[in-house]
């Protein structure tokens, strides 16, 4: 079973930018067919998917938080990494990096299937 | 966007209940749609995938239903550990997105 532990800052300043790890252990970044993810929950609200980075390194990110948001991967260190500049308080939240992968059945249908516990950012001067 | 809608917002139910949650997409998306359980201070947890597959691990009692704009979760005889909200998110196309959620209470 692959694990995914975020880490990084609790708390960013307005206008700076949040940079957040996940580690994966029990399984490997650069494993064909998994779609590295970010996604977000501000307190008491709902999911806001983030973006992904693939075992290639292409990425797809939120067209509603694209101009700012950087997604990358480190194999040597089997992790991948957000970025997300110019924050404001509308970007505190709980963030979770995920696995995603697609079941081949009928269509290509994807899915989160493994998720880190989350790491709460808070943006406060 | 695809806009998912959740109903109801809150629910309260009595152990060995069978409670039914609906999801509904602005557009058709087949079968591409997931359902996910929260606890409070957790992760999502995947229960559902394509509609109606169960993920592995997930108890018997969990089952999604229904497909183009219209789908449903039902727990078949509830237990006080599903206690928790349930979200269920499409996959037809990226961006991909949420329901807001459904909270169950026993």
């Known amino acids: 079973q692959v694990q995914l532990q975020e880490s990084g800052p609790g708390l960013v300043k307005p206008s700076e930018t949040l940079s957040l790890t996940c580690a994966v252990s029990?399984?490997?970044?650069?494993?064909?067919?998994?779609?590295w993810s970010w996604i977000r929950q501000p307190p008491g609200k709902g999911l806001e998917w983030i973006g992904y980075i693939y075992y290639s390194g292409s990425t797809n990110t939120n067209p509603s938080l694209k101009s700012r948001v950087t997604i990358s991967l480190d194999t040597s260190k089997s992790q991948f990494s957000l970025k997300l500049s110019s924050v404001t308080t509308a970007d505190t939240a709980v963030y979770f990096c995920?696995?995603?992968?697609?079941?081949?059945?009928?269509?290509?249908?994807?899915?989160?299937?493994?998720w880190g516990q989350g790491t709460l950012v808070t943006v406060s001067s | 966007d695809i806009q998912m809608t959740q109903s109801p917002s809150s629910l309260s139910a009595s152990v060995g209940d069978r409670v039914t949650i609906t999801c509904r997409a602005s557009?058709?998306?087949?079968?591409?749609l997931n359902w996910y359980q929260q606890k409070p201070g957790k992760a999502p947890k995947l229960l559902i995938y394509a509609a109606s597959i169960l993920q592995s691990g997930v108890p018997s009692r969990f089952r999604g239903s229904g497909s183009e704009t219209d789908f449903t979760l039902t727990i078949s005889g509830l237990q006080p550990e599903d206690c928790a909200t349930y979200y269920c998110q499409e996959s037809h196309s990226a961006p991909w997105t949420f329901g807001q959620g459904t909270k169950v209470e026993i």
């Open positions: 557009q058709i998306i087949s079968s591409y």
């Open positions: 995920a696995r995603g992968q697609y079941y081949y059945g009928s269509g290509s249908y994807f899915k989160f299937d493994d």
């Open positions: 029990s399984g490997s970044v650069s494993s064909p067919g998994y779609y």
